[in-house]
């Protein structure tokens, strides 16, 4: 829609351009669909849409000068033209593109490159949406590693945040491509499964549990992860604020009775 919405605009203005008489200038509408095109349809369209409204800015330019113009007052109007045009597309792409850079930013945890709460948040209610649609249940794992203060204490925060790493790059390895992890808070993770029910969802934590163990172990044998998840089903009724709720005390249960070790439990 927003292509048909550029061409559509552009080509509007190159037929009023052309039609309307010489002294109407519309030279200023082009900015429209240029400012559309940079921030919906990337730099190829936008490109175009510049290319396509400097020609037709430069012909409206060439109706109004007088037979004889001079060399240097055609190539004004010409390059008039072409510098606004162009300067004004790339204003508006480079602005675009700041805006991405922060808007992903505010999403990502810098230390990790995992999700942040907001980015994580965003996506598991598309996701709890999607499985409303199918019928499929979805598991929400909630996974806090144990005595991580004592590591940060004894070893030195470098270490710390050595050891924030390596686990995340050892979940995003053993979890699949559909998965979502973030970062929640300082050794705080949680872990979105789409599409697994009860048993699907405890083998895969499992096994991941299996990886994070000997990793977490080899930066302090004390070390552990802790490990608290809720299945749910496609209709169900608890919002995702509530499952996350849920999964976190189970997790927190984990740590109270034994920990270093998963839990995984059916929500209706």
Known sequence: MRYGVVASLTGLLSWLD???????????FYFLP??????????IITALVVVISIVIGIFSAAQNLPGKALYWEVGLAYSSVLIVFVIFG??????????????AESR??????????????????????????????FTIAMIDLDNFKLINDTQGHAAGDALLVSVSRCMTEVLREIDFIARFGGDEFVVLLPDTNLEEAKILLDRMMTSLRPLLQSFDNRAGASIGAVTASADTSFTFAELMAKADDVMYSVKKERKDRVVVEQIS
């Open 18 to 28: 052309i039609v309307t008489p010489n002294y109407i200038f519309i030279t200023g």
């Open 34 to 43: 240029i400012f559309i095109a940079a921030w919906y349809c990337g730099a």
């Open 90 to 103: 790339l204003q508006m792409y480079f602005l675009r593109s700041m805006f991405n850079h922060l808007h």
């Open 108 to 137: 990502t945890d810098p230390l990790t490159g995992l999700l942040t709460r907001r980015g994580f948040s965003e996506a598991a209610e598309f996701e709890k949406a999607r499985s409303a649609r199918y019928g499929h249940d």
